[in-house]
C-alpha cells in the first residue's frame, strides 16, 4: 500500500463513537498484569513469616523462595519477546495471563518448599512476560502525548498490587493462611484473560505482520479524528517499508545505531531494580523485625511502604508527559541517594545488625527509621521506578522491539534478582547500615548516568525516536537532550 493509498483509505474509514473510551479501556485491562505482578511479588513480604513458620526454612531458603519468581521471570521475558512478534501483542497478553493462573493455583497447593519455589518460578514466566508485552503493547496502542501516561498505568497497577498484598498480610494474616493469599490472584488473571479478548491490536505490530489496511481498522477504533490517524498512519507505512532486513529482530539489535538506545534503555532498567527498592518491598518486614520492631509495626510500616509507593507512581505518571522522562530522574535521584544515608546511619547509631532479638529502637529512632524509609520510597518510586519500565517500550525501532523488550524485562528481572538473591546475604556482610549506603552509591551511579547516557524522549513519537537513533542525534549532549523541539528540558533545565 502505497502512501497516496494510504490517505484514500483514512478517508474511506469509519470511525466509531468511543475511540478514548477503547484506548483508555485497552490501556487500563492490559495494564492490570501489572497489579498481578505487583500483587505476586508483594505477598510474599507477609506471606513468607507464615511460609517460614509452616515448612522451618533457614535464611538462605528464604531468599530462594522470594527470589524464584525472578528466576522465572528472566526466563519469561526472553521467551515472550519472540512470541509477542510472532502472534501479536494482544494474544501474548492472554497467554500470560492464563499462566498467571495456574502458577497461582500450583502455589496454593504446594505440598512442601521445594515445589512452592519451582511453582514460583512458573508464576515468575508470567511475571516476566507481562513486563515485556504489556508496555510495548499500550505504548503501540496510544497517541505520542499520552503515552507516558497510559503506559505508566502499568507502573501504577503494580502499586495497587503491592498495596493490595501488604493490606492483605497485614490485615488477614491470622484469619487467611498463605495459600490463600497467593491463590486469589488467580481471578482477575482469568478476567483479564478473557476480556482481552475484545480489546484492539496492536496497530503497528498489525501493518508489520499482516497489512496497512488491518492495521488502519484498528488506529480508526483507538483515535477520534481522520487527520489523527492519517498523521500516524503515514508514519507507521514509512517506517515499516522502508526497513531493511538486517535491521530485524535480533540481528537489528547488533547494528551500531540502534546501540545507544540500549545502553540508555538497558541502563535505566539495571538502576531501577538495583537501586535498593525491590528489596524495600521484599524485605521491609524482615529488616524492620531484625531492629527490634514487633510483627505488627513492621507489617504495618511495609503497608506504609506500598502506600507510599502508590501514591508516588501515580503522581509519576500524571507528570512524566509534561516534565519529561529524563529530567524526572534528575530531579528525584538525590533524595533517593539523601534518604539511604540516612537510613544507613539511623541504623549504625542504634547498632543494628539485623538480629531478630535486636532491642526496639526508642521512640524518635523508629520514627526517623521509618521516615528515611518512606521518603526512599518517595524519590525512588516517583522517578525512576515510572520511567524504567517505560523508556523500554518507546526507545526501539518497531522492526526489533520484540525482542528489545525482551532483553529489557531480562535485564530488569536479572537485576532484581540479584538484589533480591543477595540482599539478606549482604545485611550478614557489612549489616543493615552498610547495605542501605552500598545502595545510596547505586543510586548516586544511575544519576551520573541519566545525566551522561539519557537523552529525552517525551514529546516525540515511537517513529521519531527510531529516526533520531538512524540520524544520530539520539544523544544528552548539550543541545541534544531531547529527541524532537517539541520534547521537554535542555541541559540547563535539568
Same mark, same amino acid.
Given at each position: 500500500?502505497?502512501?497516496?493509498?494510504v490517505?484514500?483509505?483514512?478517508?474511506?474509514?469509519?470511525?466509531?463513537?468511543?475511540a478514548?473510551?477503547t484506548l483508555f479501556?485497552?490501556?487500563?485491562i492490559?495494564?492490570?498484569?501489572?497489579?498481578?505482578?505487583?500483587?505476586?511479588? =508483594?505477598?510474599?513480604?507477609?506471606?513468607?513469616?507464615?511460609?517460614?513458620?509452616?515448612f522451618?526454612?533457614?535464611?538462605?531458603?528464604?531468599?530462594?523462595?522470594?527470589?524464584?519468581?525472578?528466576?522465572?521471570?528472566?526466563?519469561?521475558?526472553?521467551?515472550? $519477546?519472540?512470541?509477542?512478534?510472532?502472534?501479536?501483542?494482544?494474544?501474548?497478553?492472554?497467554?500470560?495471563?492464563?499462566?498467571?493462573?495456574?502458577?497461582?493455583?500450583?502455589?496454593?497447593?504446594?505440598?512442601?518448599?521445594?515445589?512452592?519455589?519451582?511453582?514460583?518460578?512458573?508464576l515468575?514466566?508470567?511475571?516476566?512476560?507481562?513486563?515485556?508485552?504489556?508496555?510495548?503493547?499500550?505504548?503501540?496502542?496510544?497517541?505520542?502525548?499520552?503515552?507516558?501516561?497510559?503506559?505508566?498505568?502499568?507502573?501504577?497497577?503494580?502499586?495497587? $498490587?503491592? !498495596?493490595?498484598?501488604?493490606?492483605?498480610?497485614f490485615?488477614?494474616?491470622?484469619?487467611w493462611?498463605?495459600?490463600?493469599?497467593?491463590?486469589?490472584?488467580a481471578?482477575?488473571?482469568?478476567i483479564?484473560?478473557?476480556?482481552?479478548? +475484545?480489546?484492539p491490536?496492536s496497530p503497528?505490530?498489525?501493518?508489520?505482520?499482516? $497489512?496497512?489496511?488491518?492495521a488502519?481498522d484498528?488506529?480508526?477504533?483507538?483515535?477520534?479524528?481522520?487527520?489523527?490517524?492519517r498523521?500516524?498512519?503515514?508514519?507507521?507505512?514509512?517506517?515499516?517499508?522502508?526497513?531493511?532486513?538486517?535491521?530485524?529482530g535480533?540481528? =537489528?539489535?547488533?547494528?551500531?545505531?540502534?546501540?545507544p538506545?540500549?545502553?540508555?534503555?538497558?541502563?535505566v532498567?539495571? +538502576?531501577t531494580?538495583?537501586?535498593?527498592?525491590?528489596?524495600?518491598?521484599?524485605?521491609?518486614?524482615?529488616? !524492620?523485625s531484625g531492629?527490634g520492631?514487633?510483627?505488627?509495626?513492621?507489617?504495618?510500616a511495609?503497608?506504609?511502604?506500598?502506600?507510599?509507593?502508590?501514591?508516588m507512581?501515580?503522581?509519576?505518571?500524571?507528570?512524566?508527559?509534561?516534565i519529561?522522562r529524563?529530567?524526572?530522574m534528575?530531579?528525584?535521584?538525590?533524595g533517593?541517594?539523601?534518604?539511604?544515608?540516612?537510613?544507613?546511619?539511623?541504623?549504625?547509631?542504634?547498632?543494628a545488625t539485623?538480629?531478630?532479638?535486636?532491642?526496639?529502637p526508642?521512640?524518635?529512632?523508629?520514627?526517623?527509621?521509618?521516615?528515611?524509609?518512606?521518603?526512599?520510597?518517595?524519590?525512588?518510586?516517583?522517578?525512576?521506578?515510572?520511567?524504567?519500565?517505560?523508556?523500554?517500550?518507546?526507545?526501539?525501532p518497531?522492526?526489533?522491539?520484540?525482542?528489545?523488550?525482551?532483553?529489557?524485562?531480562a535485564?530488569?528481572?536479572?537485576?532484581?534478582?540479584?538484589?533480591?538473591?543477595?540482599?539478606?546475604s549482604?545485611?550478614?556482610?557489612?549489616?543493615? $547500615?552498610?547495605?542501605?549506603?552500598?545502595?545510596?552509591?547505586?543510586?548516586?551511579?544511575?544519576?551520573?548516568?541519566?545525566?551522561f547516557?539519557?537523552?529525552?524522549t517525551?514529546?516525540?513519537?515511537?517513529?521519531?525516536?527510531?529516526?533520531?537513533?538512524?540520524d544520530?542525534? +539520539?544523544?544528552p549532549?548539550?543541545?541534544?537532550?531531547?529527541?524532537?523541539?517539541?520534547?521537554?528540558?535542555?541541559?540547563?533545565a535539568?
Amino acid at each position: 500500500m502505497s502512501r497516496k493509498t494510504v490517505t484514500k483509505a483514512v478517508a474511506g474509514l469509519e470511525i466509531p463513537q468511543g475511540a478514548g473510551r477503547t484506548l483508555f479501556l485497552a490501556a487500563m485491562i492490559a495494564a492490570v498484569c501489572g497489579g498481578l505482578y505487583g500483587y505476586d511479588t =508483594g505477598i510474599i513480604s507477609g506471606a513468607l513469616l507464615l511460609i517460614t513458620h509452616e515448612f522451618h526454612i533457614s535464611p538462605n531458603v528464604q531468599e530462594m523462595v522470594a527470589s524464584a519468581i525472578l528466576a522465572g521471570a528472566v526466563i519469561g521475558a526472553l521467551a515472550t $519477546g519472540w512470541i509477542s512478534e510472532t502472534i501479536g501483542r494482544r494474544r501474548t497478553v492472554m497467554i500470560v495471563t492464563a499462566v498467571f493462573v495456574a502458577g497461582a493455583v500450583a502455589c496454593a497447593l504446594s505440598p512442601t518448599v521445594d515445589w512452592l519455589i519451582a511453582s514460583r518460578v512458573l508464576l515468575g514466566l508470567a511475571v516476566g512476560g507481562a513486563t515485556q508485552v504489556v508496555p510495548m503493547y499500550i505504548s503501540e496502542l496510544a497517541p505520542t502525548d499520552r503515552r507516558g501516561t497510559l503506559v505508566t498505568m502499568f507502573n501504577i497497577a503494580i502499586g495497587v $498490587g503491592i !498495596l493490595f498484598a501488604n493490606i492483605v498480610g497485614f490485615t488477614l494474616r491470622e484469619a487467611w493462611s498463605w495459600r490463600t493469599m497467593v491463590v486469589i490472584a488467580a481471578i482477575p488473571a482469568a478476567i483479564v484473560c478473557l476480556s482481552m479478548f +475484545f480489546m484492539p491490536k496492536s496497530p503497528r505490530w498489525t501493518a508489520e505482520n499482516v $497489512g496497512m489496511g488491518e492495521a488502519l481498522d484498528e488506529l480508526a477504533r483507538l483515535r477520534d479524528s481522520r487527520r489523527e490517524i492519517r498523521h500516524e498512519a503515514e508514519q507507521i507505512h514509512r517506517v515499516a517499508h522502508d526497513t531493511r532486513p538486517e535491521n530485524r529482530g535480533w540481528r =537489528g539489535l547488533a547494528q551500531p545505531w540502534v546501540r545507544p538506545a540500549l545502553v540508555a534503555a538497558l541502563g535505566v532498567a539495571f +538502576f531501577t531494580q538495583c537501586g535498593g527498592l525491590e528489596m524495600m518491598i521484599y524485605y521491609a518486614p524482615t529488616f !524492620l523485625s531484625g531492629v527490634g520492631f514487633g510483627a505488627s509495626s513492621a507489617l504495618l510500616a511495609s503497608l506504609g511502604v506500598a502506600t507510599v509507593y502508590l501514591i508516588m507512581t501515580f503522581l509519576g505518571s500524571r507528570f512524566v508527559d509534561r516534565i519529561g522522562r529524563r529530567r524526572l530522574m534528575l530531579l528525584m535521584t538525590p533524595g533517593s541517594v539523601l534518604s539511604l544515608i540516612g537510613l544507613g546511619v539511623m541504623f549504625w547509631l542504634t547498632g543494628a545488625t539485623g538480629d531478630a532479638k535486636a532491642h526496639a529502637p526508642g521512640g524518635v529512632e523508629g520514627w526517623l527509621i521509618v521516615g528515611f524509609l518512606l521518603a526512599f520510597m518517595l524519590f525512588n518510586s516517583g522517578s525512576i521506578q515510572v520511567v524504567g519500565w517505560l523508556l523500554g517500550a518507546e526507545m526501539f525501532p518497531l522492526s526489533m522491539r520484540g525482542q528489545a523488550t525482551s532483553l529489557h524485562a531480562a535485564v530488569l528481572w536479572g537485576s532484581d534478582l540479584l538484589v533480591t538473591g543477595t540482599a539478606l546475604s549482604m545485611v550478614g556482610w557489612i549489616g543493615l $547500615g552498610g547495605t542501605m549506603w552500598f545502595y545510596a552509591a547505586v543510586n548516586a551511579l544511575s544519576f551520573a548516568f541519566v545525566w551522561f547516557f539519557v537523552p529525552e524522549t517525551a514529546g516525540a513519537s515511537l517513529e521519531d525516536i527510531e529516526a533520531a537513533l538512524q540520524d544520530g542525534t +539520539f544523544r544528552p549532549t548539550r543541545g541534544h537532550n531531547r529527541i524532537t523541539a517539541e520534547g521537554y528540558g535542555d541541559e540547563a533545565a535539568a
